[in-house]
């Protein structure tokens, strides 16, 4: 490895550990933030430059080559993003004395708006998972699954949460007297969502299935007894708990089964779900972002376009000179 690449290396080690440190990135950004500074060190070294070397001319052939290589301005962008914040990290590190993507702006982007379901293509999924979980008829293996993912769908529209949190919740959160459930989000970042009565009864009904199963295997005499499990969705895989691929298919294959496009469909939709349907019936901008986890305002911003429509029909309906 040369020299330019070793040193990249190492200063990309030390801002990544930075991240990890002081704002408890989790391993998917500093996987991202890791493959798109080697990107940029493979180019400056085509040019015999590196990380300490870089100036604002070579940022500028960078996002040129970028553009040139058919990237899309959203990847172009985020990029561009983790450079800056790298090089702002060599500066406040003394370790360079210039920050060379200071004057640097960015492709411009329109933020595309997330799919969102309406409130019947929600409720239709629900009412068929209820039917599959409530039917006696249907072996208790597959029952249990069909309480499973009805629990699931549940939990996951009335709270909004990320599809990691919500398969690697603790047993625990399925208390009889919870009101509130407490998640741990990016960055290991606690935060506290509220459970409705419906969401709770789909837990207990699931735990009621799985006590059931339980109770009707055979016991081996002389077997030790089974510890356990810490989850609220456990698995026999390598996490403990369900993966969010298996929900992820399960989710679309119950959509197919409501009559809607599968493609539609997955649990990060239905978390946008949850965020626009509470904007449309009033729920405050702030609110939707505590509950959503985001750090900065400006990511549930992306969910103005309800709030704006909401308010058009405010005044178009209730407005005293509107037209009638």
Not at 20 to 32: I, V
Not at 106 to 115: A, D, V
């Amino acid at each position: 490895m040369s020299t330019s690449k070793t040193s990249d290396a190492k200063l990309a080690s030390l801002f990544l550990d930075m991240l990890a440190a002081e704002q408890g990135a989790g391993e998917n950004t500093l996987d991202a933030y890791r493959r798109d500074l080697a990107d940029f060190s493979e180019f400056a070294g085509r040019v015999r430059s590196s990380f300490k070397a870089a100036d604002t001319q070579l940022l500028r052939d960078y996002l040129e080559d970028l553009d040139g290589r058919g990237f899309k301005s959203t990847t172009v962008a985020r990029r561009l993003s983790a450079i800056r914040h790298l090089f702002r990290f060599l500066l406040t590190e003394r370790l360079r004395t210039d920050d060379p993507a200071a004057i640097l702006s960015g492709p411009k982007r329109g933020r595309s708006l997330p799919k969102v379901l309406s409130i019947g293509d929600v409720d239709r999924m629900l009412v068929q998972a209820k039917a599959l979980a409530e039917n006696m008829a249907t072996p208790i293996q597959q029952r249990l699954r069909d309480a499973r993912l009805y629990c699931l769908l549940e939990v996951l529209y009335a709270t909004g949460l990320r599809v990691s949190e919500l398969v690697s919740l603790p047993l625990t959160a399925a208390r009889r007297d919870a009101r509130m459930i407490v998640v741990r989000g990016k960055g290991n970042k606690e935060r506290l969502v509220p459970l409705n009565e419906t969401a709770k009864q789909a837990m207990a009904d699931y735990l009621a299935a799985m006590a059931e199963l339980q109770s009707s295997q055979p016991k081996k005499s002389g077997a030790m007894k089974t510890s356990v499990s810490k989850w609220l969705f456990p698995s026999f895989g390598e996490s403990g708990h369900l993966t969010r691929q298996h929900f992820a298919r399960e989710l679309k294959e119950l959509a197919a089964a409501s009559g809607i496009p599968p493609a539609l469909v997955s649990p990060h939709v239905l978390r946008h779900a949850f965020a626009s349907h509470l904007l449309h019936n009033g729920a405050d901008l702030r609110i939707v972002q505590t509950l959503l986890g985001h750090t900065d305002i400006s990511t549930t911003q992306i969910y103005t376009h309800v709030v704006e429509e909401r308010l058009k029909s405010l005044v178009r309906d209730l407005h005293p000179l509107a037209e009638k």
